[in-house]
Every structure is written in C-alpha cells, then in structure tokens.
C-alpha cells in the first residue's frame, strides 16, 4: 500500500478477493476490507512469496 499500516508494517496478505478486497496486515493481525476501487488505487505494488 502507498501508506504504512500504524503499526510501523507495510506488508499485507490478502485474503479475500471479490467486490470488495479484505487484506491482513502481517505485523500484528489486524483485517481491514476495502472496495475493489479505493484498493487499486491505494495499491502501490505487489510482492510474491
């Protein structure tokens, strides 16, 4: 994402794909759902593992 989660992170997983995306920040745990749109345009890049 463009902006760092408030824990300090900037890397999240997703889980949910659909109308609306639900993503899982990978430092603490915490789950936030987005519309399909305000995501894409949040999206800074995407990394694989």
Not at 4 to 18: K, L, S
């Amino acid at each position: 994402m463009k902006k760092q989660h408030p824990c300090g992170t900037n890397e999240w997983e997703i889980t949910r794909v659909g109308a609306d995306i639900k993503i899982k920040c990978l430092n603490c745990g915490r789950s936030i759902m987005l519309p399909r749109i305000e995501f894409n345009k949040k999206l800074k890049k995407v990394i694989t593992y």
